[in-house]
Nanobody, 124 residues
Framework: QVQLVESGGGSVQAGGSLSVSCTAS????????MAWYRQAPGKQRELVAS???????NYADFVKDRFTISRDNAKNTVYLQMNSLKPEDTAVYYC??????????????????WGQGSQVTVSS
């Protein structure tokens, strides 16, 4: 079993910065894909940024040059640093990790995990 715990987020005025983090814990596993999504009230969940195990990043156009996705392998933690925040960035932010799990040394599959969500509110 693998668990994800998000932390961070909060409230800030436009132009400010916030960060969210997502830590995976549990039995033997490896993170193969990382992404952050967000969902604003009344809107569909949308991809914000992704990071492959090979270090390739992709960003949605609406956050390019403002947000940065990164990881700390030793801590099994993925981060999203958000700068120059705008009111339209207000949403619940979710981490999404593709995780390969092992039973001892035996590969037991790769699964999709979601964090519990972190509220980010940007006021004008």
């Amino acid at each position: 079993q693998v668990q994800l715990v998000e932390s961070g987020g909060g409230s800030v005025q436009a132009g400010g910065s916030l960060s969210v983090s997502c830590t995976a814990s549990g039995d033997t596993f490896s993170i193969v894909h990382m992404a952050w999504y967000r969902q604003a009230p009344g809107k569909q969940r949308e991809l914000v940024a992704s990071l492959s195990s090979g270090g390739i990043t992709n960003y949605a156009d609406f956050v390019k040059d403002r947000f940065t996705i990164s990881r700390d392998n030793a801590k099994n933690t993925v981060y999203l640093q958000m700068n120059s925040l705008k009111p339209e960035d207000t949403a619940v932010y979710y981490c999404n990790l593709g995780i390969s799990v092992y039973s001892g040394s035996v590969y037991a599959g790769t699964y999709d995990y979601w964090g519990q969500g972190s509220q980010v509110t940007v006021s004008s």
